[in-house]
């Protein structure tokens, strides 16, 4: 654990307001996740869409009693901006999310079951076309390495259905360096895009340290870029943070919440050298790791030099208003 020294003001903030000189073929394109518990990211997708190729507005769970598509409720529905062909790709994330974690046995019931899997299916393509979505983000987090059948199986049926009804792209989730349980290249043939969750460095279960550092980024995209290659991969950066407190939960935090957090505590938030990331803290009480415009266009950078072209903004409302400058092309 890195201890936390409060002081002046983060070094390097004004620096990252430019617009980023992307590194690679062709130009970069932007997707942007909303979620239907937290009206903040709406906000943030009706006030930035011009600014982004994609929005993952839409929410549909696989139930976890029956493995059937269901809608969440209060997910957003894509308006008549979103529909034009000038408007961003709206976009739904396809989930065994529910409650408060996610259910890998959803997954693996499917794909023991034939005629619940043909139906889930041509379910969540139906859902999906009904509401106006254009592709899909299928995240099945929580499978392990034996496992790797039983989701390859899942997604190249859902895939193949939303294809037949016309939805494209279609993207299955990875988190950045579990390549045992999410390889990348067997699940090609029922995806389009592999999206690599490219933070989580250090997440609520672990000590407190960054988020996503440059060098960690690094690293485990070169994993994935040798998987598959650049042009098949889309890149989800970190827009949030985490309160680590002990004896409590650790808390999701927005970059405006870790602010106000330093400034009960008198300080601010600084720049750690070595990861590029926000912090500020109060020993033995909390500390909080956050993410900001500077560290995004780091880590757009780094993608740039293995000529990565697609990135994906985990998630909406949660911002450092500067990553706006950033994205301007």
Same mark, same amino acid.
Request: hydrophobic share 45%.
């Given at each position: 654990? /890195? =201890? @936390? ?11 990252? &307001? !430019? #617009?980023?000189?992307?590194? $690679? %073929? ?33 929410? /549909? =769970? @696989? ?11 209060? &997910? !957003? #529905?894509?308006?008549?901006? $979103? %529909? ?34 043909? =139906? ?32 390859v199986k899942v997604v190249r049926a859902i895939g193949d259905s939303a294809r037949a009804r016309g939805l494209h792209p279609v993207a299955v989730a990875v988190p950045a360096g579990d390549t ?150």
């Amino acid at each position: 654990m /890195i =201890a @936390l020294v409060l002081g002046g003001l983060a070094v390097g903030i004004a620096g990252c &307001a !430019s #617009a980023l000189p992307f590194i $690679g %073929r062709g130009e970069p394109e932007y997707w942007g996740f909303t979620v239907p518990w937290d009206p903040r990211s709406q906000v943030s997708a009706r006030e930035h869409g011009a600014s982004l190729d994609a929005i993952v507005a839409g929410w /549909i =769970a @696989l139930d976890t009693l029956t493995g059937q598509p269901v809608a969440e409720p209060g &997910a !957003s #529905a894509p308006d008549s901006a $979103g %529909r034009r062909a000038s408007g961003p790709r709206q976009m739904a994330i396809v989930t065994t999310f529910a409650g408060d974690r996610f259910h890998p046995e959803v997954i693996r019931a499917l794909a023991n079951s034939d005629s619940a899997l043909g =139906a889930a299916a041509q379910g969540v393509a139906r859902r999906a076309v009904t509401a106006g979505y254009r592709g899909l983000v299928l995240d099945f987090e929580g499978q392990t390495a034996r496992d790797r059948n039983v989701l390859v199986k899942v997604v190249r049926a859902i895939g193949d259905s939303a294809r037949a009804r016309g939805l494209h792209p279609v993207a299955v989730a990875v988190p950045a360096g579990d390549t045992a349980s999410y390889p990348a290249r067997p699940l090609l043939p029922g995806a389009d895009l592999i999206l690599v969750m490219l933070y989580d460095e250090h997440w609520a279960g672990s000590r407190p340290g960054s988020i996503a550092s440059p060098d960690w980024a690094r690293r485990q995209l070169g994993v994935r870029v040798g998987e598959v290659g650049a042009d098949r991969l889309v890149v989800s950066l970190p827009l949030h943070g985490y309160a680590w407190r002990p004896n409590a939960a650790t808390q999701v935090v927005s970059y405006a919440e870790a602010r106000g957090l330093a400034a009960e505590a008198g300080g601010f938030l600084e720049r750690e050298p070595a990861s590029r990331t926000l912090r500020a803290g109060r020993p033995g009480e909390w500390e909080v790791w956050v993410s900001d415009a500077e560290l995004v266009r780091a880590l757009i950078a780094e993608a740039g030099r293995s000529n990565v072209r697609r990135f994906a903004l985990w998630r909406l409302g949660l911002e450092d208003p500067a990553v706006w400058e950033v994205l301007k092309r």
